[in-house]
């Protein structure tokens, strides 16, 4: 599936706004992910395994609160990041 | 060569000059945008440096170079809480605050403290962290951070090793104060004795001192001077207690700060950077008028150093990593302002020069010799 990426992660992805990833669960894309691009997953989600507070992760436009839930190969998972501040 | 690292609110500079420390060269921005609290360069192995680093309201990375600065590698196990049972207890990470390179004798070996307040030790000169369950996980953890609500998240702001005992450590916290282990942070008791504090229901307590910096004195570690919220100390241990050698500072100073630098020469020799701890704290130069302040008969009597600085309207704060020495014979001084100028003194303080303009707000300092 499709996973989007926020900009100030892109230095992980080479760069790139969208990359593949797969998996059953919201944990494991992010692991696949972490396996293709290391350090990513941390930098998402805490030492918890909760979401980190300024990152959302939308799952085909709905908001994921925890990362066991169930995806789909159908499924287009979308990370935003927040970067208010002076 | 002479390195002098600046960590800043957006990024990371590099500068390195000859022995004479008169001309500096600046290599940078590292990270641009990124705040780095603490970048540390291991003057056992003159080669390695350790950045702690995030990205806004990212999280907290670790990174190492070992070709000054040319290339940086991600730590692939950065300082990190256990997975606790119920992850919604479970503590996370904010940022990593402080790094210290661990003892001359064990070479490798490095110290990071964070907020929450935890330690954290590496053993492969930065690159993968473990928690230290002595500190992290001590029965009175939550005795000593009780979760402070300080600017910046509670911190673990320090930590010193005795130069003649690798197992012999102190840390400071921004909630707690002091803490002393002597068996490599097995055990841990409070060491704040004497200390001050004007911001809660008891003047003396055993633990709840926000220690700023201490600096264990690497001749002789039994000399130890603070800089505390609540003014400049002294132990002489096995004393057991802390005396104000700040009540000699000019009363119109004060003796309220954020750092303090000793001579590696002479232990009655220190340096402090006072700042205006009066009624909301504006944490300025007092008066706007920037100095440091020198003793070098152990705080009985405090000399003005300003000579180079603006005379008046200068408002900048030293942050307590932005205050450092190198060890130099004569002694260099460097200063990182609020207002992202590097000052730097050649002379042991007698007089200052501006160095570097126009940065982000500085973190840190690190000035090390590379032979």
Known sequence: MNVL??????SYTGGRSCVAASGNTLAEVLACLDSDYPGIRFRMIDEQDRIREHI????SGDTAERIDIPLTESDEVHIVGALSGG | MQYLLAGTRKGAWIYTSDASRGKWKVDGPHYLGSIVN???LDPRDQRTMVMALRAGHLVPTILTSTDFGKTWQESPKPPAFPKADDPEMGRSVSHTFWLSPGHESEPGVWWAGTSPPALFRSEDGGVTWDAVK??????RYHDWCPNAPTPDGELLAQISICTDDPKHMYLCT???????TTDQCATWAPLNKGVEVTFGPELYPEFGQDAHQIAVHPKDSNRIYQQNHCGIYRIDRPGDTWVRIGNNMPEAVGDIGFSVVVDPRNTDKAWVWPMDGSDVWPRTSPGGKPAAYMTDDGGETWQRQDKGFPREQAWYTVKRQAFVGDGLDPMGLYI????????ASSNAGE???QIAVHLPEIYSLNAVTVD
């Open chain 2, 351 to 353: 007089s200052w020069n």
């Open chain 2, 38 to 40: 603490h970048l540390v």
């Open chain 2, 174 to 180: 921004s909630s707690g104060g002091v803490f002393e």
């Open chain 2, 134 to 139: 002595g500190w992290n996980e001590h029965p």
């Open chain 1, 56 to 59: 959302r992760i939308f799952v």
């Open chain 1, 5 to 10: 990426i926020p900009t100030q992660l892109r």
């Open chain 2, 336 to 343: 990182g302002t609020t207002g992202g100028e590097v000052w």
